[in-house]
């Protein structure tokens, strides 16, 4: 289907809503982006972007752009909370020629692919707060204001909390899983190489990995406790209480949690799965169809693929309707993949029984000595995964290179 003149309306100027607005645009769709905040920008700190994301970057013209702006990862290293050396180190310089992983800051990513999206023409209309998505030939928005718009497709971008997603699917209440998790940044006094640390503990566990060329270090801290905890990245805490929780840590954890000034805590939620996806010129997109715990760094990666896939679906389609059911056929069993895989990691980081906790770890320990390419080509599945190839698309790549 040749999408030019298209009309499309991206909600939300997130990573997915960006990403996805560029691939229609590259492929000759009239597409506008609706944000509701009065700037771009995202809440945050860092991510990281593993090479099935890198890939869809590289298909997007975008890769020089990441490369500028984030730290390239050269392993990730499983530690114990307490004892000094590693468990197991995930070698990246092992991973294939074409593919790198990269650290990167939200804000970072969120501005270089905004600069994309306007100089390809894509128009975004900041303080647009969209109250109601109404399905149809012509689906219709309604802004908070009262204004209407309607166009040939509507993406939801809008994350967890999409007013599209309760429009296509039956009414579903997320769970708190029993986990909170603090974010923040500090800054790398101490000249961390580009390497992701992953310090295990019963219950809890420790990520940190560098930004901005080495200048911060990203921090995720996850505690299993009772107490109940909002969701979302917004509510400040008290850097003390992070401190406490992970206070029998080494003094490697330690140092970095002494450096924390400022901190955000959000409650850890499972979400389902939608069960539909698109329907009548409505489409979800990344959280907004299938949120991800962060427990194997895949959120943004996710949405970055559903956006590819979404765009190279509806330009080999016949129609938009057989466009998007192909998009969600494409991509369900690997997200639902995905999501496993996330909640399992969250399993294996807080093993606190002392007899398994010191067998997995002396596995984990031999099987990086012993066969290292193989622990890297466990993961084969998820980074060698390139949605760009599995589904190809002439026009963009003519459009790209300017053929």
């Known amino acids: 289907m040749d999408l030019t003149g298209l009309e499309i309306v991206v909600v939300g100027a997130g990573i997915g809503g960006l990403a996805a607005a560029l691939a229609l645009r590259q492929r ?5 982006v609706l944000e509701q905040a009065e700037a771009i920008r995202e809440v945050g700190a860092g991510l990281q972007i593993s090479p099935n994301g890198v890939a869809v970057m590289r298909a997007l013209g975008l890769q020089d752009s990441l490369r500028a702006r984030s730290d390239q990862a050269a392993a990730v290293v499983l530690k114990d909370y307490r004892r000094a050396g590693e468990i197991l180190r995930l070698d990246l310089t092992r991973l294939a020629t074409d593919q790198s992983y990269h650290f990167v800051h939200r804000s970072d990513l969120i501005d270089l692919m905004a600069l994309a999206v306007r100089a390809a023409g894509v128009k975004i209309r900041l303080l647009q707060h969209v ?8 689906p219709e928005i309604t802004l ?22 309760p429009v296509l699917n039956a009414p579903s209440a ?7 998790a603090w974010r923040t940044v500090v ?20 990520v940190s990995y560098p ?26 805490d008290d850097p003390r209480n992070m401190r406490v929780a992970f206070a029998d840590f080494g003094p490697d954890a330690l140092e970095l949690l002494d450096r924390v000034e400022h901190v955000n805590l959000w409650g850890l939620f499972r979400h389902p799965v939608a069960a539909n996806w698109q329907n009548d010129g409505v489409v979800l997109l990344g959280d907004a169809a299938h949120p991800t715990l962060p427990f194997l760094a895949q959120g943004a990666n996710m949405a970055l693929e559903d956006a590819w896939v979404l765009a190279a679906s509806l ?9 998007l059911r192909a998009y969600q056929q494409r991509r369900r069993d690997r997200v639902v993949r995905v999501i496993n895989a996330a909640n399992g990691n969250a399993w294996k980081y807080h093993l606190s029984f002392p007899p398994l906790r010191a067998a997995a770890h002396l ?14 080509h466990q993961f084969d599945w998820l980074y060698a995964h390139d949605v760009t190839r599995d589904v190809p698309d002439q026009r963009s790549r003519s459009i790209q290179t300017g053929t």
């Open 363 to 376: 596995a984990l320990k031999l099987g990086g000595a012993i066969a290292p390419d193989r622990m890297m």
């Open 131 to 138: 109250t109601s998505v109404q399905p149809g030939l012509r």
């Open 211 to 236: 930004l901005r060329q080495g200048a911060l270090i990203n921090l995720v801290a996850v505690q299993e406790r009772a107490e109940w905890a909002e969701e979302g990245w917004a509510h400040i």
């Open 315 to 323: 330009s080999n389609a016949r129609d938009v309707k057989d466009g």
């Open 144 to 165: 908070e204001n009262g204004a209407r718009k309607r166009a040939d497709l509507v993406v939801a971008a809008d994350g967890l909390h999409s007013i599209a997603r």
């Open 174 to 180: 997320p769970f708190f899983t029993g986990q909170v």
């Open 28 to 32: 000759g769709a009239d597409v506008t």
């Open 187 to 206: 800054s790398n006094e101490t000249g961390r190489g580009p390497v992701a640390q992953v310090h295990m503990a019963p219950h809890r566990h420790l």
